[in-house]
């Protein structure tokens, strides 16, 4: 599977920007997970996707450091892109969270 992630207009990558600022464990714990995504697709281990709402997805990915979330859309079957990723701090995604990856998907989409 392919995986893309979101940028900026000026070419900032939003994941890279994420990444960053988590400790070494929880970055190679989830840059383990997209490997996995790559190479088994949705069937992947160590994570779960549910739909938000319409084209709007998730996925839900576990370490040490706490729960983290990653929006995405799949622009075809064998196409993931990443739209926007936040660290899990309660039941439901956050409005704000929401926002902005429906914004960034209402972009890739247009």
Not at 64 to 71: I, T, V
Not at 78 to 97: F, I, M, N, T, W
Request: proline share 2%; net charge positive.
């Amino acid at each position: 599977m392919k995986i893309t992630f979101q940028s900026s207009h000026s070419g900032r990558n939003y994941f890279e920007d994420f990444l960053k600022d988590l400790s070494r464990e929880d970055k190679a714990h989830i840059l383990a997970v997209f490997e996995d995504i790559k190479k088994y697709g949705l069937n992947a281990m160590g994570c779960q996707f549910r739909p938000i709402e319409g084209k709007l997805w998730e996925i839900k990915i576990r370490t040490r450091g706490g729960g983290w979330r990653f929006f995405y859309v799949m622009l075809s079957s064998d196409h993931l892109h990443v739209l926007h990723s936040y660290k899990k701090q309660g039941q439901k995604a956050p409005k704000h969270e929401l926002d902005v990856a429906r914004k960034r998907l209402k972009e890739v989409l247009s």
